[in-house]
């Protein structure tokens, strides 16, 4: 009896976090990933780490998807790729603010890139992993697709406004690819198996890793950027979500675009759980999972920072059939076990 061959799926940044996690969910669901990375803000490490946490070994490419012949060489050489999950991006509100030219050219320059040489190799899905931050500083929350882009408060908000939009085109000049932009909040956690987590080189960019580590080391206080918010406490409220949940997205908006007749050429989605957590109130979980107090500091709003913005995820559970699967509690119970092991492995301070 043959056994049935995978489906191939090219994942553009699958070193990162949402890229390995997502990485790992396709197998999960019986796709072959192909990974391609230039590993400028990921370990290397973090492919034996996905390796061991699904039990596969991995086709991986080391490549900067801003340049469209090392992206045309990928396709030609695996030959076969039914569709791309494209991360490859900078992802740093605040970092983007201070070096605004690097955004531009490797998260537009990647994407344009990718498309192109998808296109020259009939590829024909993309999922585009997008962002919360293309609605700006929302007059409402839960914010709709059908909202309108506000102004873009940082350039990488800039980015996904703008790879939206290029997506849109091309899916528009060409019948031969359709396109969904999953327009995710703010994902934490780790896989359960506690073997693969966020690890990039600066991870701590990141509130929650940023948090946890502070309770691990010791000695040191939690600075709240902010506490004069319009908000219920004063401090800035987002939609957080298991990384895992946001990774399976991903691989529901592949399948949806290969399965359904009904997907259009181009598509948006919101992704999170549907409503907000404020920084205290986060702070207050991790204070419950881990069992240990949080000293917090308050300090100025970071600039690109906006008050409060959580999801309407009608659409997606309609049309997805998206569905969180984990909640607060778990990730953050995830991210610690993730960030405990790090240590233990003498790994704290990458």
């Given at each position: 009896m043959k056994t049935q061959k995978k489906i191939k799926v090219l994942v553009t940044g699958g070193a990162g976090y949402v890229g390995s996690h997502t990485a790992a969910a396709l197998t999960e669901a019986g796709y072959e990933p192909v990974i391609a990375d230039n590993f400028t803000n990921s370990y290397r490490r973090n492919i034996a780490l996905l390796e061991q946490s699904t039990g596969q070994r991995l086709k991986v490419y080391k490549a900067d998807c801003a340049d469209q012949k090392i992206m045309e060489r990928i396709f030609a050489q695996e030959g076969n790729i039914a569709g791309v999950i494209?991360?490859?991006?900078?992802?740093?509100?605040?970092?983007?603010?201070?070096?605004?030219?690097?955004?531009?050219?490797?998260?537009?320059?990647?994407?344009?890139?990718?498309?192109?040489?998808?296109?020259?190799?009939?590829?024909?899905?993309?999922?585009?992993?997008?962002?919360?931050?293309?609605?700006?500083?929302?007059?409402?929350?839960?914010?709709?697709?059908?909202?309108?882009?506000?102004?873009?408060?940082s350039p990488y908000g800039f980015t996904k406004q703008a790879g939206e939009r290029i997506l849109e085109d091309a899916c528009g000049q060409s019948t031969a690819l359709k396109a969904i932009a999953l327009r995710y909040f703010n994902p934490i956690g780790a896989h359960p198996s506690g073997r693969l987590g966020e690890d990039s080189f600066n991870p701590f960019h990141n509130f929650?890793?940023?948090?946890?580590?502070?309770?691990?080391?010791?000695?040191?206080?939690v600075t709240v950027l902010g506490n004069d918010?319009?908000?219920?406490?004063?401090?800035?409220?987002?939609?957080?979500?298991?990384?895992?949940?946001?990774?399976?997205?991903?691989?529901?908006?592949?399948?949806?675009?290969?399965?359904?007749?009904?997907?259009?050429?181009?598509?948006?989605?919101?992704?999170?759980?549907?409503?907000?957590?404020?920084?205290?109130?986060?702070?207050?979980?991790?204070?419950?999972?881990?069992?240990?107090?949080?000293?917090?500091?308050?300090?100025?709003?970071?600039?690109?920072?906006?008050?409060?913005?959580?999801?309407?995820?009608?659409?997606?559970?309609?049309?997805?059939?998206?569905?969180?699967?984990?909640?607060?509690?778990?990730?953050?119970?995830?991210?610690?076990?993730?960030?405990?092991?790090?240590?233990?492995?003498?790994?704290?301070?990458?």
């Open positions: 494209h991360f490859a991006a900078f992802k740093s509100v605040r970092e983007s603010v201070g070096m605004p030219l690097a955004y531009y050219r490797n998260n537009i320059g990647s994407l344009t890139a990718t498309i192109a040489a998808q296109l020259n190799y009939k590829v024909p899905y993309m999922i585009f992993s997008s962002s919360c931050t293309v609605y700006g500083d929302p007059k409402r929350s839960p914010v709709r697709e059908s909202d309108a882009f506000g102004q873009a408060q929650v890793p940023l948090v946890l580590r502070t309770i691990i080391e010791g000695g040191s206080k918010y319009p908000t219920k406490d004063g401090t800035c409220v987002r939609d957080y979500l298991h990384v895992m949940d946001v990774a399976r997205a991903h691989v529901q908006g592949l399948q949806y675009l290969s399965s359904s007749k009904k997907a259009g050429p181009f598509e948006s989605f919101n992704i999170g759980l549907g409503r907000g957590y404020s920084v205290l109130q986060i702070l207050q979980e991790i204070e419950a999972v881990t069992g240990k107090r949080v000293p917090v500091r308050m300090g100025r709003r970071a600039k690109g920072d906006i008050a409060a913005i959580y999801a309407d995820v009608s659409k997606a559970k309609r049309v997805l059939g998206f569905k969180a699967a984990y909640s607060i509690q778990d990730a953050i119970t995830h991210a610690w076990q993730w960030q405990q092991q790090l240590r233990t492995k003498g790994r704290i301070s990458c």
